[in-house]
């Protein structure tokens, strides 16, 4: 069984810079697609960021030209550099992988941008 799990988060001023991981653990084979997504302090879930195996990235509009996902294939872990923070960034980022059709999801990591 896979796990994802998230770290990298904490408190920033605006402006600042954060880099999370997310590392997986388990039988892990390619994954499909993988994507980060935070839920806000209103509790909504928001796409942020999505990166495919040929290394095809997207990203949401509020973080366009501020973050950048990535991928080791050989460490199994997918990268968000946020660089730029503001403090509508706060929130909880999560990680998720499609396997095998699967939508795989860590636990979260929080992070805050103070004004």
């Known amino acids: 069984q896979v796990q994802l799990a998230e770290s990298g988060g904490g408190l920033v001023q605006a402006g600042g810079s954060l880099r999370l991981s997310c590392a997986a653990s388990?039988?892990?084979?390619?994954?499909?697609?993988m994507a980060w997504y935070r839920q806000t302090p209103e509790n909504e879930r928001e796409w942020v960021a999505k990166?495919?195996?040929?290394?095809?990235?997207d990203y949401g509009a509020s973080v366009n030209g501020r973050f950048t996902i990535s991928q080791d294939k050989a460490r199994k872990t997918t990268y968000l550099q946020m660089n730029s923070l503001k403090p509508e960034d706060t929130g909880i980022y999560f990680c998720?992988?499609?396997?095998?059709?699967?939508?795989?999801w860590g636990q979260g990591t929080p992070v805050t941008v103070s004004s």
């Open positions: 998720k992988w499609v396997l095998g059709g699967r939508d795989i």
């Open positions: 990166i495919y195996p040929n290394g095809y990235t």
């Open positions: 388990g039988r892990v084979v390619s994954p499909s697609g």
